[in-house]
């Protein structure tokens, strides 16, 4: 089985380290490739920062800082303090020494020619991610910037990291915008791993500035809605996982965002963002073959059922590696049964 | 009086350090312009790297490490084992991390359109130099390299750091190539500082890799010696220390470069290489009105009255702050006594 999936950074690693962890357990066979985000990605002081990416290299490949949740483990910040001393880097965006090793070198390699792709598979090859491959979601770099009103009242933009680490979302956004992406394309890993899946996972990530920056690029929804057409059966089924719990977002700061674009924090609302997935050759409809919310939101599943998703109720914090892996068994399991539906 | 100095980077910085002590104790309104050596600099992993430049900032702000000799006090060097993990920099070459904070800054303010002078002067905003500034020798990119026997005997080309930092200087040098160099020219603050100039001095720096490539800007030469011509006695004399006591190189490994460009490593014949300066008006001639050698080398001395040098002996190794203060000490009565006479 060829699983594919969409992902942002901290929650997308997660989930992605439990599927790793069924695969294992339950579909030796099975190949994984993640479709990652890259519109947190910014340029600062001179070097690529990529969180989502270097998210997921951690935590795959055991060197996440599992405490603190980012970054990795054992972090010290001596050359930020550097930084920000010589007014470089700003006083509300640190960077851990280790982290920074893989920013100078990213920076390195793109400077040299490489791609984005290139330097994410070049990255890998120092770490064991247990056979998973990751993907930057495109190679051109698309920058997130969020408008907001200024103390003046006028509209001023921020950019993305700005917003959300200095200010932790808590400025309302007026709109999103993604600098670079209608110049933007799939990247190659991305359009081949989706060609050849059998399923795709949407990871409980964030809708907006993560899934939806990914399905913002120019061809990448089209891409993930022909996903599987050089596989076997043709058509992968396409699965999606709330970040949504009880009306609230499982981590990070997805209602700012889901509030910014009209979008109700609930798990049938944003199931309902993505929208239902039209039946074989339908040019209409939504993304979603199948959604999954957790078991408090199990009062969600008949109305979602009745709007054309083949909804299920399962647990879905991932509190350990066994909680994870059974999330992503069932993601799993609900393909194989949207598949033959 | 206004000192201009010409120097590498350690033993430059600890002339330099001594003169700005004899300054602040025995001529409070002087000042101090150092011209310094750029000719090691380098690009790794995309940062750019200035040796000479940044232990002068070290040494003059009191981060240097003194028992080291070299970089910064405290180092840590977490970061570099992750480039070279990554196999981004080389493991002849590391980095400290606060040294890396410094490097980070720099290549960010060049690539923002900063020139390298520009980011001298900025770097020196952080630190407090007691009034002293640096100026790089120029503001273009110059790359040593070192050309070798390989090992069939054919001739090939190292930079100058992997020459110097990765085989000591124990691999012969056939002859040095300073790229870039045809095209470079004096830094504007080096000009200007030289223009002003009552004094300059020539400190116990490599004659071949440090002052020799600062000489060799195209202009510099030409720019010392006219010196002081906006000062008020409109000539500044020339004043040199001995980086050779004994036959042998204070510190470094000045011995092998003056090897490969046929100079004997002795004080007089380091002396002869920059050769005596002529009288005014005269187009042809040397650098140096005068010329300091070691006690241990007094023998010397009379041989290079007879050349056309106001030498002296005196106390050249810098033990610590006094000595390195009495031997500036002493470069600037030399300095007077060949402007009077």
Do not use: K
Request: aromatic fraction near 6%; proline fraction near 5%; hydrophobic fraction near 45%.
């Amino acid at each position: 089985m060829r699983i594919v999936v969409l992902a942002g950074g901290v929650g997308g690693a997660r989930f992605v380290r439990g599927l790793r962890e069924a695969v294992q357990r339950w579909h030796p066979d099975s190949s994984i490739d993640v479709i990652v985000n890259t519109g947190d990605d910014w340029w600062l002081a001179g070097l690529r920062i990529t969180p989502d990416l270097d998210s997921m290299l951690y935590t795959l490949s055991g060197q996440n800082d599992e405490v603190r949740g980012w970054g990795r483990v054992g972090e010290s910040e001596r050359v930020s303090a550097e930084l920000q001393a010589y007014g470089v880097t700003p006083d509300w965006f640190t960077l851990g020494d280790l982290d920074l090793g893989t920013h100078i070198a990213r920076s390195a390699w793109l400077r040299a020619g490489l791609t984005p792709s290139d330097v994410v598979a070049r990255l890998q090859e120092r770490w064991d991610l247990g056979g998973v491959r990751l993907h930057p979601s495109t190679d051109q770099e698309i920058d997130t910037h969020v408008w907001v009103a200024s103390d003046t009242g006028a509209e001023e933009d921020l950019h993305f990291q700005e917003w959300w680490t200095r200010y932790r979302a808590q400025v309302p956004a007026l709109r999103f915008e993604q600098r670079g992406v209608s110049s933007a394309s799939p990247s190659p890993g991305a359009l081949a791993a989706l060609a050849a899946a059998d399923v795709v996972l949407v990871a409980p990530s964030n809708p907006v500035v993560s899934i939806g920056t990914i399905l913002g690029i120019p061809g990448m929804r089209e891409a993930v809605l022909a996903a599987g057409s050089l596989s076997a059966t043709g058509r992968a089924p396409i699965v999606g996982v709330s970040p949504i719990i009880a009306g609230a977002a499982v981590r990070g700061m997805a209602d700012a965002c889901l509030t910014t674009i009209g979008v109700e924090t609930d798990a049938g609302a944003v199931a309902r963002h993505y929208g239902p997935r039209a039946g074989v050759g339908s040019s209409a409809g939504g993304l979603l073959d199948a959604w999954l919310v957790d078991e408090v939101d199990e009062p969600l599943v008949a109305g979602l059922r009745a709007d054309g998703f083949a909804a299920a109720a399962v647990p879905l914090w991932m509190r350990d590696l066994d909680t994870a892996a059974a999330l992503a068994e069932a993601a799993l399991a609900t393909a194989s049964a949207a598949s033959a539906g």
